[in-house]
């Protein structure tokens, strides 16, 4: 078993920033795949980004590529979503998720479904 906690969101404006950051216990980041999701209200959820258990590979939704950056401390066995620029459609509440099986691949990696641990949410608010 895998339990995930998100700590770090909250309300900014257009242009800021906010880190999300993702706790897990139960088992090591080195064995885990880790993902963002987020969703709005009246939205499916949406795939953000993950990171391979190496800690080497990471990919990103073409929505918030080159502002979301996802980072790993084995430290503190947490995963780190650091969102720059942000934007009031990034508004929604954003999940981490993890699946300790499994092969790492971009088609895989963007599914919902494929995981299998998720934490309770966070809310982030951008506001205009």
């Known amino acids: 078993q895998v339990q995930l906690v998100e700590s770090g969101g909250g309300s900014v404006q257009a242009g800021g920033s906010l880190r999300l950051s993702c706790a897990a216990s139960g088992r090591t980041m080195s064995s885990i795949v880790v993902g963002w999701f987020r969703q709005a209200p009246g939205k499916e959820r949406e795939f953000v980004g993950a990171?391979?258990?190496?800690?080497?590979?990471?990919y990103y939704a073409d929505s918030v590529k080159g502002r979301f950056t996802i980072s790993r401390d084995n430290s503190e066995n947490s995963v780190d979503l650091l969102m720059n620029s942000l934007k009031p459609e990034d508004t929604a509440a954003y999940y981490c998720?993890?699946?300790?099986?499994?092969?790492?691949?971009?088609?895989?990696?963007?599914?919902?479904?494929?995981?299998?641990?998720w934490g309770q949410g966070t809310q982030v608010t951008v506001s205009s």
């Open positions: 998720t993890a699946q300790a099986r499994g092969a790492w691949a971009a088609t895989t990696i963007k599914r919902a479904s494929w995981y299998a641990y």
């Open positions: 990171i391979n258990r190496g800690g080497n590979l990471r």
